[in-house]
C-alpha cells in the first residue's frame, strides 16, 4: 500500500515541476505575440508581426548559423572523443572505471564560467579564435553526457556478440562497424542530441569566447535586452524551442532506423 500510495505523489510532483520549468517557457512564447512594442502578458492583441521581423533579419540568421555551427563542431568532438572513451572503461575493472569516469565527469563539477575562462585563457595563449574553437570548447565542457550516455548503451550490450563476431572471421574494425557501433548507436545518438541543444543554447562560455563578428544567437539575444525587452526577443526564444523540438524529432525519428544504418548487402 505504501509503494502504490506513492505514486500519485510522485506524478504531482512531476507535474508540479514541469510545470515550474515550462509556464516561464510558455508566458514568453504567448507575449511574444503581443502588438506592444515591449514584452507584456497577457498581450492586449496578436500579431505575427515579430516573428516576421526576427525571420526577416539577417543577423538573426547570421547569429543562428553561428549556433548551429558550434554545436554541430561541439556534438562531433564529443562524438569523436566520447565513443573510444566509453569502450575504454568498459574494459576496465569496476573500481578503476568508477574513477575514471569521475575524473573524465570532472569538469560538470566546475561552473560553466570557470571553464569559459579556462578556454580564453588558453586560446589567448595560443593566440586563436572562432566558432571551431568555440565548438571544440564546448563539446568539451558537455562531453559528460556524452560519456554517460554511450555508457549506458554498452551496459546493454550482449557481451557474447562481439566474440561470436570474431569465430565469424570478423576482424576489429568489422567488429567494430558491423555490431558494436549500431548496438551503441541509439546512445551515440542521444549523446550527440544533448550536447547539440546544450551547445546551441548555451550563453556563458559563449559570451565569452566569442566578439561582435561571431556572436551566437543566445549572446545576440542577451545582448538586445540592453535596449529594450521587445516581443521580438519571444520570438527569437521561439525559435530556440523549435530548433530543439526539431532535433529530439529527428533523433527519435532516426533511432528506430539504427538497425538498417550499417547493413550489409
Given at each position: 500500500m505504501?509503494?502504490?500510495?506513492?505514486?500519485?505523489?510522485?506524478?504531482?510532483?512531476?507535474?508540479?515541476?514541469?510545470?515550474?520549468?515550462?509556464?516561464?517557457?510558455?508566458?514568453?512564447?504567448?507575449?511574444?505575440?503581443?502588438?506592444?512594442?515591449?514584452?507584456?502578458?497577457?498581450?492586449?492583441?496578436?500579431?505575427?508581426?515579430?516573428?516576421?521581423?526576427?525571420?526577416?533579419?539577417?543577423?538573426?540568421?547570421t547569429?543562428?548559423?553561428?549556433?548551429?555551427?558550434?554545436?554541430?563542431?561541439?556534438?562531433?568532438?564529443?562524438?569523436?572523443?566520447?565513443?573510444?572513451?566509453?569502450?575504454?572503461?568498459?574494459?576496465?575493472?569496476?573500481?578503476?572505471?568508477?574513477?575514471?569516469?569521475?575524473?573524465?565527469?570532472?569538469?560538470?563539477?566546475?561552473?560553466?564560467?570557470?571553464?569559459?575562462?579556462?578556454?580564453?585563457?588558453?586560446?589567448?595563449?595560443l593566440?586563436?579564435?572562432?566558432?571551431?574553437?568555440?565548438?571544440?570548447?564546448?563539446?568539451?565542457?558537455?562531453?559528460?553526457?556524452?560519456?554517460?550516455?554511450?555508457?549506458s548503451?554498452?551496459?546493454?550490450?550482449?557481451?557474447?556478440?562481439?566474440?561470436?563476431?570474431?569465430?565469424?572471421?570478423?576482424?576489429?574494425?568489422?567488429?567494430?562497424?558491423?555490431?558494436?557501433l549500431?548496438?551503441?548507436?541509439?546512445?551515440?545518438?542521444?549523446?550527440?542530441?544533448?550536447?547539440?541543444?546544450?551547445?546551441?543554447?548555451?550563453?556563458?562560455?559563449?559570451?565569452?569566447?566569442?566578439?561582435?563578428?561571431?556572436?551566437?544567437?543566445?549572446?545576440?539575444?542577451?545582448?538586445?535586452?540592453?535596449?529594450?525587452?521587445?516581443?521580438?526577443?519571444?520570438?527569437?526564444?521561439?525559435?530556440f524551442?523549435?530548433?530543439?523540438?526539431?532535433?529530439?524529432?529527428?533523433?527519435?525519428?532516426?533511432?528506430?532506423?539504427?538497425?538498417?544504418?550499417?547493413?550489409?548487402?
Amino acid at each position: 500500500m505504501t509503494g502504490l500510495s506513492t505514486i500519485p505523489l510522485r506524478r504531482t510532483v512531476t507535474v508540479v515541476l514541469v510545470a515550474i520549468l515550462a509556464v516561464p517557457t510558455i508566458l514568453v512564447v504567448v507575449a511574444s505575440f503581443g502588438q506592444s512594442r515591449e514584452i507584456a502578458f497577457p498581450p492586449t492583441s496578436f500579431t505575427l508581426q515579430w516573428y516576421s521581423n526576427v525571420l526577416s533579419d539577417s543577423q538573426t540568421w547570421t547569429t543562428l548559423s553561428h549556433s548551429l555551427v558550434a554545436a554541430t563542431v561541439a556534438a562531433l568532438v564529443s562524438a569523436l572523443a566520447g565513443v573510444p572513451a566509453a569502450i575504454g572503461l568498459s574494459r576496465m575493472g569496476v573500481r578503476i572505471r568508477l574513477f575514471m569516469a569521475l575524473i573524465l565527469s570532472a569538469g560538470l563539477s566546475a561552473p560553466p564560467i570557470i571553464a569559459a575562462f579556462g578556454f580564453y585563457d588558453v586560446f589567448s595563449r595560443l593566440n586563436v579564435a572562432g566558432l571551431l574553437l568555440l565548438g571544440a570548447a564546448l563539446g568539451i565542457v558537455n562531453f559528460p553526457f556524452m560519456l554517460w550516455a554511450v555508457s549506458s548503451a554498452l551496459e546493454d550490450e550482449d557481451p557474447e556478440l562481439i566474440p561470436a563476431a570474431a569465430t565469424l572471421g570478423a576482424d576489429p574494425v568489422e567488429q567494430f562497424l558491423f555490431v558494436r557501433l549500431p548496438l551503441i548507436m541509439p546512445g551515440v545518438m542521444t549523446g550527440t542530441l544533448l550536447v547539440f541543444v546544450l551547445s546551441l543554447t548555451d550563453f556563458v562560455v559563449s559570451q565569452v569566447l566569442t566578439n561582435v563578428g561571431d556572436q551566437t544567437l543566445a549572446v545576440f539575444v542577451y545582448s538586445s535586452l540592453r535596449a529594450t525587452i521587445s516581443p521580438a526577443l519571444g520570438a527569437s526564444s521561439a525559435v530556440f524551442i523549435v530548433i530543439a523540438a526539431a532535433a529530439f524529432f529527428l533523433v527519435l525519428r532516426f533511432g528506430r532506423m539504427e538497425r538498417f544504418l550499417f547493413r550489409r548487402g
